[in-house]
Structures are given as C-alpha cells and as structure tokens.
C-alpha cells in the first residue's frame, strides 16, 4: 500500500515577524517529519502571516493617502532568492521532505500570493500563484495568477501528481475541475480564512466531484483552524457509503497529519463516473464566456 502523508501544519503567524514566523515554521516541518509526513502544507501567505498595509476595515484598498503602507508592504515581498525561501530548499533537503511553502512573491507591478511546492532534494518542484484573487477586499493589491498547474512530485510513497488552489479558489468548481483535468491527483489547499461546515462540505465535494485527494491548511483562531484533508472514495466496490474525512483538526494550534492511500485512489479513478469519465464539454461554452449580467455585476471585479 502506497500511502502518502501530508502535514497540515495550522499555525499563529507573528503578523509581520518573517523572521519568528521562519522560526516557528522550521519547528513544524520538523515536527511534520517526525510523524512520517512526506509533505509539508502551510496556510496562505506565511511568511508575513496574511497581513495587508492597513485594516481590511477600511475597505478601499486604492485610498490616495495609504501609498506610503502600500509601499511599505510590497517591499516584504520576496523571490526565490530571497533568504527566507532559500532556507526552504535548504530544510526540504535536509528533512528529505517536500514543503509547500506560501509567501507573498515580488513579482512586476504587483506581489503574488503564492504556494512554491519544493521536492525532498530541495529543488523547486512546483509554483502556484492564487487565481480568484478576493478582489472585493486588500487582495486587489495583488496580482492574480492565471493557470492552474501540475506537478509530478517524487515522494518515498511513488510518484503523484499535485496541484494547488489557495482559498478562495476552493469556492470555485473549476477550479478543482481544471485541476483534475490536467491531471491532479492531490490537491493543496493554503488557507486563511474564518472555516466553517458549510466550507468544509465544499471542501469534500470537490474531492468527491473530481475523484482526487484534497488537503487544507488553516490559520488558528476562533471560528478559525479546522484544517482538514478528504479523499474522493465514497463508494466501496460493493456500492457502500463511506466517510470521505480523512482528518479534521480543531481550532488549536498543531500539526495534523492526512493518510491518503494512492493505491486505493488510483482504483477508485479507474472504476468510477466521476472525474473526466462522463462530461459534455460540447454544453459548457458559457463556462469561458466573460459576459457577466445582473445580480453579479461588480465594479471592482477583475477578469
């Protein structure tokens, strides 16, 4: 049995701190490696804790007298480069353990939310950068990404095929369906957002739609936390239900390790309807069309 073991480490950032947020992320990922993990998952956007250069409060991202925080905020992002990433690869080596690491990317323009997936050598394996940006709040100061990639990541469990989505992506379908169209098999879901049941069955959902393996990493807090990983194997052969959790922490601070067995998966994919196996790609041209009629028009939306 092939099993492959991802650590959702749910974390408290020290806000800005990116050097005590390091600090505390290489005691997880050694924490992760000591139970088995063979990846490790941050939530979104670690390295500066998912913060922004003044209150989400305030609403208006763009006001005329805040580009000084804008600025000042910008400037924390970081590249590949940059000493808090390198320590990544160095840690991913070392572990012989892959580390879904998330920062905010310098990129032109505008900095990236983004999830770089390094191997268990330390080299750069895979890099996802959030595509439904929430342009309704600060992330509108961020550049979206547009694709949705897929790595083949090597692990002591085999080969599987990873791709990512960073919160709100989880609340769009195709996300999950590109995803498993290009050929996920698990999908890494950094988060930062308060969890509830109602996300947690989406969550759920998009494994069970797509058959593929889901993972997500939570921030602590109240009505926060919950990390949970689901597998897409609802049905046993002889047509029994079964319970598709395969963990879900609470809203304390840990490490919680997600067991997915890839053998059980990959028979799963080959046997059942779901997935690529039915669709009618023929009927969903207005999936790709930009047109966007009432009640959803929104002056801040951008695509």
């Known amino acids: 049995m092939a099993v492959l073991r991802i650590a959702l480490l749910q974390l408290k950032p020290e806000s800005l701190d990116e050097i005590a947020n390091l600090q505390r992320a290489e005691l997880a990922c050694r924490t992760a490696k000591e139970r088995g993990a063979d990846i490790a998952l941050f939530p979104e956007m670690w390295n500066i804790g998912y913060t922004f250069p003044f209150p989400e409060a305030d609403r208006d991202p763009w006001r005329p007298d805040k580009e000084a925080e804008r600025q000042a905020w910008r400037a924390r992002a970081v590249d590949e480069q940059h000493p808090y990433v390198q320590h990544f690869f160095n840690l991913a080596a070392e572990l012989e353990m892959a580390i879904a690491i998330t920062y905010l990317e310098r990129w032109p323009g505008a900095p990236r939310n983004t999830m770089l997936l390094i191997d268990r050598y330390g080299r750069p394996a895979h890099k996802y950068a959030k595509v439904h940006t929430c342009d309704f709040s600060m992330e509108a100061l961020i550049t979206p990404g547009e694709e949705f990639p897929v790595c083949e990541l090597d692990t002591a469990a085999g080969k599987v095929a990873v791709g990512a989505m960073i919160c709100y992506d989880r609340e769009f379908p195709e996300s999950a369906r590109i995803l498993m169209l290009n050929g996920a098999e698990i999908i890494l879901v950094p988060n930062a957002c308060d969890m509830n049941d109602v996300r947690l069955r989406q969550l759920s959902v998009r494994a069970f739609e797509n058959m593929v393996g889901v993972a ?35 809203e304390s601070e840990g490490v919680w390790i997600a067991e997915f067995d890839l053998d059980a998966l990959r028979r799963y994919r080959e046997r059942e309807t779901w997935g690529n196996a039915y669709r009618k790609p023929s009927a969903y041209g207005r999936l790709v069309d930009t047109h966007v009629q009432p009640p959803f028009l929104r002056k801040d939306a951008r695509r």
């Not at 602590?220 to 319970?243: L, Q």
């Open 216 to 250: 997500m990493a939570n921030y602590v807090g109240p009505g926060w936390g919950r990390s949970a990983a689901y597998h897409p194997c609802v049905f046993t052969e002889n047509g029994r239900v079964t319970d598709s959790t395969v963990v879900e922490a609470d």
